[in-house]
C-alpha cells in the first residue's frame, strides 16, 4: 500500500470510527465494532461477510437498510494465519550453527524486514512491517556465550534497524545504524546474560515501526539448560487497524483469538514453560491470566531459583517474564489477558488438557 492511500484510509476512518468511543457509548463493546467495521472499513481490512471478536445478533442483508453483525466466533482464520501463529508458538530458529577454531559456537542467522499484508483475524488484513514476513517475527534462540551474527536485509519501503534488548557494543545496538530500503547491516555480539529478551526496530517513529509489527522473541539459555519442559512462545501484541493511534485488535502471536479457535493440547501432569513478551504499543499494559492453575513467574527468565506463584501477571511495554506450570485435572481451560476490553478483542485462548 503506497503512503497516498494509507493516509487517505486514515482520515476517512480516524472522522467515524473509535473504538474506544464506541465502548464508552455502551454500543455494545465488540459487536458494536465489528458492525461498524463491516461498513466502514475499506476492503484491504475487511471481508464481504466477515469480521474478528464479536458476537452474534439478527442482521439485515446487504441492501442498504442496516449493517451485518457477524458472529465471527463460528468463523475461522485462514490456515496460513494460523500457522503463522502457531510456528512462533513452537518453533524456534537456532540459526546456522559452527564452530570457530577454539571451539565456540557460532550462529548465523538471516532476518529479511519486508512490507507484507497479514491476516490478524478472521477476514481482517493489515499492512504490516515484517521481519521474515510475520508479525511477530521468528524467536531468535542461543545460549549464553555463543557469537551471534544476525545479517539484516532491508526489503522494505522504509529505514529499519533491529534492536536486541541484552548485552552488546554500543555499535550493534540497532539504535544509530538505521538500514536503508534495499540495503543491509550484520550485527554480531556475545549472547549474554541468559534470560528471555526480545528484539525490535528502533527507528523513528518508535511507535509506528513497532506497531506495524516489527519485533520477535530472543531466547538467550543458560549453559546449564533448564529443566526439560513443553515449551511455549506467546507474544502479546496488538493492531491499529483505522490508524487513530488506538488498538482495534489484541492478540497473541499476531492472530486474535488462534488458539480459541485451536485450543493447545496438554497432558495432565505435563510441565509446561511459556516465554511471555509483551511489545503492545498504544497501551501502557498488557496482562496473561491463567484459569484453574497457578504458575511460578520467573521476571526477564535472568534467574533459575527467584520466582513467585501467582495467576496473572501484567507487563509493560517490553517486558517479558518465564512462566512454568502444569495441571492437575483435565478439562478445557482459559487463559487471557486480564483487561476484559482486550480479551473480547482477540486476546483470548483455552488449553485442553487431557488424561
Known amino acids: 500500500?503506497?503512503?497516498?492511500?494509507?493516509?487517505?484510509?486514515?482520515?476517512?476512518?480516524?472522522?467515524?470510527?473509535?473504538?474506544?468511543?464506541f465502548l464508552k457509548a455502551g454500543i455494545g463493546g465488540a459487536l458494536g465494532i465489528a458492525g461498524m467495521a463491516t461498513w466502514l472499513f475499506p476492503k484491504w481490512i475487511r471481508s464481504e461477510d466477515r469480521?474478528?471478536?464479536?458476537?452474534?445478533?439478527?442482521?439485515s442483508n446487504h441492501d442498504g437498510s442496516g449493517m451485518d453483525q457477524v458472529h465471527a466466533m463460528n468463523k475461522k482464520a485462514s490456515p496460513k494465519a494460523y500457522q503463522s501463529a502457531q510456528q512462533v508458538l513452537d518453533t524456534f530458529d537456532y540459526g546456522k550453527v559452527s564452530k570457530l577454531p577454539d571451539g565456540r559456537i557460532i550462529r548465523e542467522y538471516s532476518i529479511l524486514a519486508q512490507d507484507n499484508e497479514i491476516e490478524i483475524a478472521p477476514g481482517?488484513?493489515?499492512?504490516?512491517?515484517?521481519?521474515?514476513?510475520?508479525?511477530?517475527?521468528?524467536?531468535?534462540?542461543?545460549?549464553e556465550g555463543d557469537l551471534l551474527r544476525i545479517k539484516f536485509d532491508n526489503g522494505s519501503a522504509h529505514p529499519h534497524t533491529i534492536h536486541f534488548h541484552g548485552i552488546h557494543p554500543g555499535n550493534m545496538d540497532g539504535s544509530f545504524e538505521i538500514v536503508q530500503p534495499g540495503k543491509s547491516f550484520t550485527y554480531e555480539f556475545t549472547a549474554e546474560p541468559f534470560g528471555l529478551h526480545l528484539y525490535h526496530c528502533h527507528t523513528m517513529p518508535l511507535k509506528k515501526h513497532i506497531e506495524k509489527g516489527l519485533y520477535g522473541a530472543f531466547i538467550i539459555d543458560p549453559k546449564e539448560p533448564r529443566k526439560k519442559m513443553k515449551e511455549l512462545v506467546m507474544v502479546m501484541n496488538a493492531f491499529d487497524?483505522?490508524?487513530?493511534g488506538e488498538n482495534e485488535f489484541y492478540t497473541v502471536n499476531g492472530l486474535a483469538n488462534a488458539y480459541l479457535d485451536h485450543p493447545i493440547p496438554l497432558k495432565v501432569g505435563e510441565e509446561v514453560r511459556i516465554y511471555l513478551v509483551n511489545v503492545t504499543e498504544f497501551d501502557l499494559i498488557n496482562s496473561f491470566h491463567l484459569h484453574g492453575n497457578m504458575f511460578k513467574l520467573y521476571r526477564t527468565g535472568t534467574s533459575l531459583t527467584h520466582y513467585e506463584i501467582t495467576d496473572?501477571?501484567?507487563?509493560?511495554?517490553?517486558?517479558?517474564?518465564?512462566?512454568?506450570?502444569?495441571y492437575k485435572f483435565p478439562g478445557k481451560y482459559m487463559f487471557h489477558a486480564h483487561q476484559s476490553e482486550f480479551a473480547e478483542l482477540g486476546w483470548m485462548g483455552l488449553f485442553e488438557v487431557m488424561e
Open 1 to 21: 500500500m503506497n503512503k497516498g492511500k494509507q493516509n487517505g484510509s486514515d482520515e476517512t476512518l480516524s472522522s467515524f470510527f473509535s473504538r474506544r468511543k
Open 51 to 59: 469480521i474478528a471478536g464479536v458476537s452474534n445478533s439478527n442482521h
Open 124 to 143: 481482517v488484513f493489515y499492512p504490516a512491517w515484517t521481519y521474515n514476513g510475520t508479525a511477530p517475527g521468528p524467536t531468535l534462540r542461543a545460549t
Open 241 to 244: 487497524t483505522d490508524f487513530d
Open 312 to 326: 496473572t501477571v501484567m507487563l509493560c511495554q517490553g517486558e517479558r517474564s518465564v512462566l512454568e506450570f502444569s
